[in-house]
């Protein structure tokens, strides 16, 4: 069994979940009712709220906060310093007590530095939102967003090379395949939705 590392200036309040293998790190602070997976790596300052689950074998970089009812799921990188939310329209008068708005960010996505990702949204899996960008609505597997707000502006593959389809709406039922250059996985295009043939 891999054994669990946190830092001596790192807080991992009780009832707080942790999976075998996870590092984290210094000045951290994770509350009751997290739940963190294995193998993941929290960065230098990372909060992680009650109600925030994390999968296996995420990577956040350092100063990310790790709001209630955000879900990241297995493999996620989140870069330093990329901003979640959880409110809408916060008032400090008017506290909403617990009753957040979700988010949930899929298998493999890839969050670039300084991103921000508006609550409500779903970050698809394998996508990848650029540095600085700011989420407001959400993005679909695979897409590559950038810029304020974000838009879609290329795909991505699995392995982070990017795919050569373009940004425009294909024909109803037209079909275009593409070939990663670099792994040689293979994706199909429809519309502006994008899957792997053949994923497992």
Same mark, same amino acid.
């Given at each position: =069994?891999?054994?669990?590392?946190?830092?001596? #200036?790192?807080?991992?309040?009780?009832?707080?979940?942790?999976? @075998?293998? #996870?590092?984290?790190?210094?000045?951290?602070?994770?509350?009751?009712?997290?739940?963190?997976?294995?193998?993941?790596?929290?960065?230098?300052?990372?909060?992680?709220?009650?109600?925030?689950?994390?999968?296996?074998?995420?990577?956040?970089?350092?100063?990310?906060?790790?709001?209630?009812?955000? #879900?990241?799921?297995?493999?996620?990188?989140?870069? $330093?310093?990329?901003?979640?939310?959880?409110?809408?329209?916060?008032?400090?008068?008017? $506290?909403?007590?617990?009753?957040?708005? $979700?988010?949930?960010?899929?298998?493999?996505?890839?969050?670039?530095?300084?991103?921000?990702?508006?609550?409500?949204?779903?970050?698809? /899996?394998?996508?990848?939102?650029?540095?600085?960008?700011?989420?407001?609505?959400?993005?679909?597997?695979?897409?590559?967003? =950038?810029?304020?707000?974000?838009?879609?502006?290329?795909? =991505?593959?699995?392995?982070?090379?990017?795919?050569?389809?373009? #940004?425009?709406?294909?024909? @109803?039922?037209?079909?275009?395949?593409?070939?990663?250059?670099?792994?040689?996985?293979?994706?199909?295009?429809?519309?502006?939705?994008?899957?792997?043939?053949?994923? /497992?």
């Amino acid at each position: =069994m891999k054994k669990i590392y946190i830092d001596k #200036t790192a807080v991992v309040d009780e009832g707080a979940e942790i999976g @075998e293998g #996870t590092k984290i790190w210094h000045f951290s602070h994770v509350m009751r009712g997290a739940k963190i997976g294995k193998d993941c790596v929290l960065g230098q300052n990372t909060f992680v709220g009650d109600r925030a689950v994390i999968g296996d074998r995420v990577k956040i970089q350092n100063n990310v906060s790790v709001y209630g009812l955000v #879900t990241l799921e297995d493999d996620v990188f989140v870069g $330093p310093s990329a901003v979640f939310t959880n409110d809408l329209n916060p008032r400090a008068p008017y $506290p909403k007590h617990g009753d957040w708005v $979700p988010t949930l960010v899929k298998k493999g996505a890839s969050l670039g530095a300084n991103s921000t990702i508006v609550c409500g949204t779903t970050i698809g /899996k394998w996508a990848f939102v650029a540095a600085g960008a700011v989420v407001t609505k959400s993005v679909p597997d695979y897409a590559l967003v =950038m810029g304020v707000p974000a838009k879609i502006s290329g795909w =991505m593959c699995e392995c982070g090379e990017r795919l050569g389809f373009d #940004t425009r709406d294909t024909e @109803e039922g037209e079909i275009i395949v593409k070939t990663c250059p670099k792994c040689g996985r293979k994706y199909e295009k429809i519309g502006m939705q994008v899957k792997q043939i053949g994923e /497992k």
